[in-house]
């Protein structure tokens, strides 16, 4: 088991940026692909992007395509998501999460696959 711990969330306005950090503890955090996830009031969870165990292979919702970036640094047991052009549909509450791949590039697009999630972060986005 794996603890995630989400930061940088907050409001903005509409077109600008925020940068969302997750903190991992308990295991070896290149073990895991990671995952970030969004659930906003009403709506259920849906996936934003997806990261391999090395960052070698990454994907993205349709949504957020060219918009947001997932990255990470195994060194520091984190992994981030920097959102740029932000809409206020983009307003949800943002979870990270971590899952063991069956191999090294394998990439984790549903939530399901996942074992581990932080408590989220807010981001608001106000037009």
């Known amino acids: 088991q794996v603890q995630l711990g989400e930061s940088g969330g907050g409001l903005v306005q509409a077109g600008g940026s925020l940068r969302l950090a997750c903190a991992a503890s308990g295991r070896i955090f290149g073990n895991y692909a990671m995952g970030w996830f969004r659930q906003a009031p009403g709506k259920e969870r849906e996936f934003v992007a997806a990261i391999s165990r090395t960052g070698s292979r990454t994907s993205y919702a349709d949504s957020v395509k060219g918009r947001f970036t997932i990255s990470r640094d195994n060194t520091k047991n984190t992994v981030y998501l920097q959102m740029n052009s932000l809409k206020p549909e983009d307003t949800a509450v943002y979870y990270c999460?971590?899952?063991?791949?069956?191999?090294?590039?394998?990439?984790?697009?549903?939530?399901?696959?996942?074992?581990?999630w932080g408590q989220g972060t807010q981001v608001t986005v106000s037009s």
């Open positions: 999460a971590a899952g063991t791949p069956p191999y090294r590039s394998y990439l984790l697009i549903n939530g399901r696959e996942y074992s581990d």
